[in-house]
């Protein structure tokens, strides 16, 4: 994996629009290169993954994905700690 994927903003007719590394058209048609190129930066940042704040410390780490709500430290924290430890509630509700 060498992470990234490439964009490109190209001319259509009288438009401008997002292709990626394929040839693929990947965004909407803008009238102005600009706004294509805002788009572009947009689909780069989210192709390298979002920032977003760990569920357990808050600290913005950027995620891998929608699965990925936990920053590294914490997740290595949680591996070696039982669940009912991170979640009190596990403890209650489950098993007797
Ligand atoms: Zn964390």
Known sequence: ?????????????QSYAVFNGNGLRVSGFYHSEDRATTRLEKLVQNAAGDVRPCITC???FKS??????????CRKRSMDLPPEALFPSFAQGGAR
């Open 1 to 13: 994996m060498t992470g990234t994927p490439t964009y490109e903003v190209r001319r259509v007719g």
């Open 58 to 60: 808050r600290v913005k």
């Open 64 to 73: 891998q994905g929608a699965h990925n709500r936990m920053c590294d430290p």
